[in-house]
């Protein structure tokens, strides 16, 4: 129902910043809790952070709170990423999610950052 496509990853030194963008289809953008997941190798997939439908509400995982920040802008039916002081270990695809009350059915491509020493 809807398709998801992120972009703005790449290859950092640690200490750097990444602005990812998840760019949605259709019109009902807002409909959606929105969510962002990383998959390391040889590691599950992690949760990174959520979104309400209308923005207003925001959590991150403890593992990228201060450093990461996650936003919405339902009128371009996009959602951001704001990757600050990163890390080696943030290295990982990072895939963008739509769902609702905490359950995710759909995903895009994934997008990978590596953050180098």
């Known amino acids: 129902q809807v398709q998801l496509v992120e972009s703005g990853g790449g290859l950092v030194q640690a200490g750097g910043s990444l602005r990812l963008s998840c760019a949605a289809s259709?019109?009902?953008?807002?409909?959606?809790?929105m969510g962002w997941f990383r998959q390391a190798p040889g590691k599950e997939r992690e949760f990174v952070g959520a979104?309400?439908?209308?923005?207003?509400?925001?959590y991150h995982a403890d593992s990228v709170k201060g450093r990461f920040t996650i936003s919405r802008d339902n009128a371009k039916n996009t959602m951001y990423l704001q990757m600050n002081s990163l890390k080696p270990e943030d290295t990982a695809v990072y895939y963008c999610?739509?769902?609702?009350?905490?359950?995710?059915?759909?995903w895009g491509q994934g997008t990978q950052v590596t953050v180098s020493s």
């Open positions: 999610a739509a769902g609702s009350t905490n359950k995710y059915y759909f």
């Open positions: 979104i309400s439908r209308s923005g207003g509400s925001a």
């Open positions: 259709g019109r009902t953008f807002s409909s959606y809790d």
